[in-house]
């Protein structure tokens, strides 16, 4: 079986592919990965091969809204808008590609609807993969409205026209299925693999059996690089970290971090993200300051995590056991980080930052190493993590969907020869 998996070309997103990609490989099946050159590495890691994509698809560099303060979802959709833009020009290659392949199955990550419109000309079978939350829940249709932050932006207005008529072009001039953007990002396929726990779903009982909640795969990544581990022995660690997006330029949250905790016990490790210079922060020695750190190499060695609060944080942290103080980055909130931090403070695994003052920090690092109860609760929330069976039962679902559709299609041309 040849399977070709398109993930949005963010850590975040590609992270989570990962594990279900290894499990395939170890059956026997191969796995191509459409990424850029950033995520080749990491991708044929899993013993897979891929296709290389241009640069330009993957997600904004750092950027400051023009109102000031943190980016709000609006501010985002200009950006999201012209990075669709830019799929359609690689998308006839990506078929081109697909077809010489041999393709007969595609993943694909709801954003990256390329990988949908690659399906849809090849005629195989679409199985989306979803890193957070299966979105269709009232609860969650709440959140985006809060998270809005108003009225799309002339911008954004202006980058959708640009991307409907390009769309249009293409499917005239080439024949290739347009992509559904926005109206894709928010469709289900007939098999949708989750990496959450189905505890963790909003309004899980809304959601049927085409929706298979996995939970996380957490499995070394490779990307430890020269990381010095032993730099953390014998000391307590704590983990500071904003995720990987654009939204984690947060100079002035770095600096307060810094001022927390210097001279102090901890081991601070701080991945600070690509749009902050490490050498600006001026960290004292008991810092170790990098613009990326390999998370899963350093949370099993950590006594408390301060994260933005992304699902695959969350859930990583809870797998190490780690309590967190969470921390949104997006102004009202990203659609998972919200509801994260409010899952983790009302099951009692962490906080939710109400201040981000040194002293406010301190107190709340403190409060989270000192009272046993955080890590006595986390303990106990431990097997809902392992319960969906991660990347072996991700692997049969997707097999299993596989199988049954062949054989309809074969029924199919059987009662047609009839």
């Known amino acids: 079986m040849k399977v070709l998996f398109f993930p949005l070309l963010s850590p975040g997103h590609v992270n989570p ?40 698809l993957a997600l904004p560099s750092p950027f400051q809204v023009a109102h000031g303060g943190l ?19 690689e998308l006839p290659h990506m ?14 990550d709801p954003i990256a609807q390329w990988g949908v419109s690659v399906a849809r000309a090849l005629g195989v079978p679409a199985v989306q993969f979803e890193m957070a939350f299966a979105r269709g829940a009232p609860s969650l249709t709440r959140e985006m409205k809060a998270d809005m932050g108003g009225p799309p932006p002339l911008a954004a207005l202006g980058a ?5 008529w390009e769309a249009w072009k293409l499917q005239r001039e080439r024949a290739v299925p347009a992509m559904n953007v ?24 809304r959601f049927d059996e085409r929706f298979v909640f996995v939970g996380p ?49 901890w081991r601070v490790v701080m991945a600070c993200g690509a749009g902050v210079d490490p050498s600006a922060l001026a960290a004292p020695s008991n810092f170790l300051v990098r613009r990326y750190v390999p ?58 930052l109400t201040s981000t003052e040194p002293r406010a920090l301190r107190e709340a690092v403190e409060r989270l190493d000192t009272e046993p109860g955080y890590r006595e609760r986390i303990a106990a929330y431990q097997p809902t993590l392992r319960e969906g069976g991660g990347a072996p039962r991700a692997a049969e679902a997707l097999l299993a969907f596989l199988a049954s559709r062949r054989q309809a299609a074969s029924r199919s041309v059987e009662a047609r020869s009839v």
């Open 295 to 352: 998370q899963l190499e350093v949370l099993p060695r950590a006594r408390v995590f301060i994260t933005h609060g992304g699902t695959n944080s969350v859930l990583e942290s809870l797998w190490f056991g780690v309590p967190m103080a969470v921390h949104p980055t997006v102004g009202g909130g990203w659609i998972d980080q919200p509801l994260n931090a409010r899952l983790v403070t009302r099951h009692g695994l962490g906080l939710t």
């Open 95 to 108: 078929v081109d590609a697909a077809r010489a392949l041999g393709a007969e199955a595609v993943v694909y």
């Open 217 to 265: 795969s957490v499995a070394p990544r490779g990307d430890r690089g020269d990381f010095p581990l032993e730099w953390l022995e014998g000391h307590p660690v704590l983990l500071i970290s904003l995720g990987t997006s654009s939204m984690n330029q947060q100079p002035g949250f770095f600096a307060a971090c810094v001022e927390a905790f210097r001279d102090s016990p």
């Open 17 to 56: 592919m990962l594990p279900l990609a290894r499990e395939l490989v170890s059956r026997g099946h191969d796995v191509v990965f459409f990424v850029n050159e950033a995520f080749e590495q990491v991708a044929r890691a899993t013993g897979a091969t891929t296709h290389r994509l241009g640069n330009g």
């Open 160 to 164: 959708l026209v640009r991307f409907k």
């Open 71 to 89: 980016p709000r979802v609006k501010d985002l959709m200009a950006p999201l808008f012209e990075q669709m833009r830019q799929a359609l020009h």
């Open 182 to 205: 926005p109206g894709g990002f928010e469709a289900f396929a007939d098999l949708n693999l989750l990496s959450i726990p189905r505890g963790h779903q909003p309004d899980a009982e």
